[in-house]
């Protein structure tokens, strides 16, 4: 398998995923977008150790417990505004004062 | 000649690549949920032509079984969603100019001087990849936290209001 298959497809979903992330103003798009973000990681890491050799699994437990944290703290975050009908459009947190 | 192999590699990444787009082309959670599944899955795909039986299994069973389910059942069963303030069109025109910046030092070399895709394996310097590795991570790292102070800003300035 080529490396630069795997450099070439977790590059482009990190740039979709920050993409995602600077472009979108839904609290959930963004945190979505870091998962897609994560995925780029370990596509990178699987190829990478897979050309190069060594013990790609602590890395990759590292970024899917991220990544569980993530989903989680996403569903808690939607519950916990959805109750207090807060919206979800980031740029508005700040006018909570008013 | 790309082989059969690759052939795959390009299919499975090409979907999971269009997928991804399509996130921000829904407009309501439960279409992003299963959009977010089929990265998950396609991902698993990926490392099974990539060798990794293992990786594929776990990934499968924590981010599909698990993580997707968990986002489908506790988000969209709390009701539809609408996502209003997404534009597809400034996504993929940031994505290209990142994707550019990120791929023209290692694999722009190879495109333009002709040579096989293949050679960037030899020209590589591992440790600069592993670097790479910690550029993607640091930044989703990043986001991530963000994302939990965002949290503890609205809790914080909720509860005092």
Known sequence: ?????????????????????????HIILIIISTEIILIAATLVGVGI????????????????????????????FYRYMTRYEADL?????????? | MISGIELLFLLFGGAEAVS????????????????L????????IIFLIAQQP???????????????????????????????HVRVLPIVAFAVVIFALMAYPLLGRVVLSGAQAGQITDSAISAQL??????????????????IGSILIFRFVSDNR
Do not use: C
């Open chain 2, 54 to 84: 293992l990786l594929a299994v776990i990934q499968l069973f924590v981010m599909v079984g698990g993580i997707s389910t968990y986002f489908i059942i506790g988000v969209a069963s709390l009701g539809v969603s609408r996502f209003r």
């Open chain 2, 37 to 44: 599944s089929t990265i998950f899955f396609l991902n698993a």
């Open chain 2, 130 to 147: 592993v670097a790479y590795i910690g550029i993607l991570y640091l930044v989703a790292f990043l986001l991530f936290m963000t994302s």
């Open chain 2, 20 to 35: 991804a787009l399509l996130i921000f082309k829904f407009r309501d959670m439960l279409h992003v949920g299963v959009a």
């Open chain 1, 89 to 98: 459009d980031v740029t508005k947190l700040s006018k909570l004062r008013e």
């Open chain 1, 49 to 76: 150790f897979d050309f190069y050799g060594g013990a790609i699994i602590p890395i990759l437990f590292a970024i899917w417990s991220v990544a569980a944290a993530g989903v989680m703290l996403l569903v808690l």
């Open chain 1, 1 to 25: 398998m080529i490396l630069s298959y795997f450099l070439a497809l977790g590059f482009g979903l990190f740039a979709i995923g920050i993409a995602g992330a600077l472009a979108s103003r």
